[in-house]
């Protein structure tokens, strides 16, 4: 009985390494070859007597984000930049036409119209191959096609409380205050947001029913998501 188990020896020496003690076997399979292969990932652990070696990494990892982000002070990430001449001429040109097009609709003058429609869009196109995001007005809706775009109704659920009113900045940083000594604080605070359910999903997070799973309402959560999350931020 003194002399050590290998498996032990085996996890003293990874733990010295810095590597996984107890990593994940995955099978992954090359969709092209069908070669079929087993990689180990690291478990992740967070707490030391489950994988020191993960645990370790995952303190430098949150020592990192602290040091980098999470309490920073300055906006990470700076606006856009200024338009260019190139850029504003365009916009520029874009607005004649359409100030041209709108002269022609009242005239009645529909050959100039489909003429403009199509001057219209490659502007467009150079506007956006200018690196300008977005375009400045809605697509014309041509009378011989019915308006395809859906008519939704902007009214407010009358049972939902008061949204506070509060103006928004734009600003992703955190306040800090200052303390008569000089000292700066800045508060942090976890915060666990559950969102309603889109519908079952399987231990994979598949859906459980494809077919009456929400995924436009998903997909909606995903794309307002940190907006909604910065405007209860601030308003809290
Ligand atoms: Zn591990």
């Not at 590597?19 to 069908?34: E, F, I, S, W």
């Not at 994979?204 to 009456?212: K, Q, S």
């Amino acid at each position: 009985m003194a002399l050590p188990r290998s498996i032990d020896v085996l996890k003293d020496i990874a733990i010295e390494y810095g590597v996984c003690v107890r990593p994940l076997a995955m099978r992954r399979t090359d969709l092209d070859t069908g070669l079929t292969e087993v990689i180990d990932l690291p478990c992740g652990a967070t707490r030391e007597d489950k994988c020191p070696p993960c645990a370790k990494k995952n303190r430098r990892l949150r020592q990192a984000q602290i040091r980098e982000g999470w309490h920073r002070a300055d906006e990470p990430l700076p606006g856009p930049e200024p338009a260019t001449e190139a850029q504003k001429s365009l916009i520029l040109f874009c607005a004649h036409l359409e100030f041209s097009r709108d002269e022609a609709v009242r005239a009645a003058q529909w050959d100039q119209v489909t003429d403009l429609d199509e001057a219209i869009r490659e502007v467009e196109e150079a506007i956006a191959a200018e690196g300008l995001r977005g375009r400045v007005g809605p697509p014309h809706a041509r009378d011989d096609e019915p308006d395809q775009r859906r008519k939704r109704s902007t009214k407010r659920r009358q049972d939902a409380p008061e949204l506070p009113r509060r103006k928004v900045e734009r600003r992703t940083v955190g306040k800090t205050y200052t303390a008569p000594d000089g000292s700066t604080y800045q508060p942090s605070m976890w915060l666990t947001l559950t969102l309603d359910s889109y519908g079952p999903v399987r231990p994979d997070g598949t859906p459980v029913n494809p077919a009456r799973y929400d995924y436009r309402r998903a997909a909606w959560d995903a794309v307002h998501f940190p907006r909604l999350l910065d405007r209860f931020w601030q308003n809290l």
